[in-house]
């Protein structure tokens, strides 16, 4: 499944310098100037899962393969983007690509980084972006209502889809994103939805970056940018972006000592990727023989024959049944053979809703 999170925001907020963390490479620039990042940096990032370590052990097998979600760098917006400002229409056709957006905001002073806006307010910062954002999906709506109106006139199947799309255009100007109007799964409005991949309908994850003396506290910034993400119904992660690039070369050992020394346990790295895979409704089953142990991505909801799919399409083509046992009773009890004599390996059919954990071994027929 190739799903990608945009990391987006003003210029100068460690857009970049989390980029560089995220992938353990030094690939995209970081400099104290505007515009730096201007093709978007694209890595794929293993998501953090201890499940295939415990299996690895008790099986042996040639590979390990994680689960993975793909982070796009785009470069810096600027009040006025929607109109072209800065690098304006490029950075919003690049999140428009994406899935989700981590939108990471500055919650630390420094006087030798400059803000483009020469203070440190993260919610002002919040709303240029989202404000971005609104307008551009504004025009979009707006032309597409110019299209079909025409024709709603003489056909009246379109008229339900314009009605909806007038009242979006309205949510939009008072200053509201997509994602918050009341019918956004309307059946009606799926076609625009579609086609248009609106910018304010995508989940939001705040990152709020600050520096090292607010690791483990944080800090008025933080607090605020925490407190808007509740009200939104968003996610917020703390993280110092420097001191994350700083471990991309050490061990797991010394890791764990240099988030010791900061008084924190788990790496923001970890906790932004986590929460990414969390934001896009994902999950994943397990799979665990001699030649790898492997987690595969799916969206929850998913019946056993779509996510059979996932390992090859015969697979969802010719799905007879699924061997299903919890990972945890796989565990428990030493290797499925245990959990068979248990009753704990289930036979689960076409209806069977896939759950984050399950072990399982697909039967079809070629």
């Keep these: 499944m190739s799903l990608s999170v945009g990391i987006v925001g003003l210029p100068n907020v460690g857009k970049s310098t989390l980029f560089n963390a ?23 990032v293993p998501v953090p899962d201890p499940r295939l370590a415990v299996l690895a052990d008790m099986v042996h097998p040639q590979n390990v393969i994680h689960a993975t979600v793909e982070f796009v760098d785009i470069a810096g917006l600027v009040r006025g983007a929607s109109k072209g400002e800065g690098l304006g229409n ?5 999140v428009r690509e994406c ?10 002073e420094n006087e ?65 994103p997509a994602r918050t109007f009341a019918a956004i799964d309307d059946e009606v409005l799926k076609p625009a939805l579609q086609e248009s991949r609106l910018l304010s309908a995508k989940k939001v994850i705040y990152v709020a970056n600050v520096d090292e003396a607010a690791i483990a506290t944080g800090n008025s910034f933080t607090e605020a940018l925490k407190d808007h993400a509740a009200k939104v119904g968003s996610e917020c992660v703390r993280i110092c972006a420097a001191v994350e690039q700083d471990m991309s070369g050490l061990s797991d050992e010394e890791r764990t000592e240099f988030l010791s020394s900061y008084g924190i346990t788990e790496s923001g790295l970890d906790l932004i990727i986590e929460t990414a895979y969390r934001t896009l409704g994902l999950a994943s089953f397990l799979t665990a023989g001699p030649k790898e142990v492997r987690a595969w991505t799916f969206h929850r909801g998913w019946k056993a024959p779509k996510c059979a799919g996932v390992i090859h399409s015969d697979f969802e083509r010719g799905f007879i049944r699924a061997r299903v046992v919890r990972y945890e009773d796989f565990v428990a009890h030493g290797g499925e053979q245990k959990c068979r004599e248990l009753a704990l390996l289930r036979e689960e059919g076409k209806e069977y809703e896939m759950q984050d954990g399950d072990m399982v071994e697909f039967l079809f027929s070629h």
């Design 22 to 44: 995220l992938t353990r490479t030094q690939n995209a620039k970081a400099e104290n100037f505007p515009f730096c990042t201007i093709e978007p940096n694209t890595a794929v």
């Design 90 to 94: 490029k950075f919003l056709s690049n």
């Design 99 to 108: 899935d989700a957006i981590l939108e990471v905001v500055r919650c630390f």
């Design 112 to 176: 030798d980084i400059t803000h483009v806006d020469g203070s440190i307010d993260p919610l002002r910062d919040v709303a240029t972006i989202e404000n971005e954002l609104i307008l551009s999906d504004l025009e979009i709506v707006e032309a597409r209502i110019g299209r079909i109106s025409k024709v709603a006139r003489s056909d009246p199947k379109l008229r339900p889809e314009l009605d909806a799309l007038e009242a979006l255009k309205d949510h939009l100007y008072a200053g509201n």
